[in-house]
């Protein structure tokens, strides 16, 4: 089995958002910075301004929630005919469906178009030890790291499509009836 090398990133894949106050837009600044790095699509984004990297990792997590929640209630509302009694059926697979299908319109609406769905929270102190964070005056940076997303995105808008479609056959059915 090959061993993994561990590389350090070169300069141009790294960008850092240094937490210099030099005047009262500061902030402004910082996410200027961060906003420069993102459409930059550079691999590795460390954020040491404590404020704004918080807001950016609280920004992704609900994203990555809205798209897990997409998944496993799509998921859901596909398997429960699999497991449950008829009478029961509709009260679960039905509100799972348009969760599912909810939640998955919300991330498009909302984050899909988004530079920052592309990068995850790194926590790992295996990978973030191979960074030169010792460079940082923070002692606490946010670390993102750019991930392809696009089977993500495709596994989460197919279940949601499919339970959707689920949810559209049973309604069809009770109409008819």
Same mark, same amino acid.
């Given at each position: ?43 590795? /984004? ?25 998944? /496993? ?105």
């Amino acid at each position: 089995m090959a061993e993994r090398v561990s590389v350090l990133p070169s300069p141009s894949d790294c960008a850092i958002i240094r937490e210099v106050y030099d005047g009262e837009n500061a902030h402004e600044h910082f996410e200027f910075q961060l906003e420069h790095a993102l459409e930059a699509e550079c691999q590795i /984004i460390v954020i040491e301004p404590s404020r704004i990297g918080d807001e950016t990792a609280r920004w992704i997590t609900a994203g990555n929630c809205l798209h897990k929640t997409s998944v /496993i209630a799509g998921v859901s509302c596909l398997v429960s005919p699999l497991m449950l009694p008829s009478r029961v059926l509709n009260y679960v697979s039905l509100p799972m469906g348009f969760f599912s299908v909810a939640c998955a319109s919300l991330y498009g609406v909302s984050w899909q178009f988004d530079p920052c769905c592309k990068y995850q929270v790194e926590y790992d102190t295996k990978k973030l030890s191979r960074l030169p964070l010792h460079t940082l005056t923070s002692t606490s940076p946010v670390v993102l790291v750019r991930h392809d997303d696009k089977y993500r995105k495709r596994l989460h808008n197919l279940v949601a499509v499919l339970a959707g479609v689920y949810c559209g056959v049973k309604i069809y059915q009770w109409w008819t009836q």
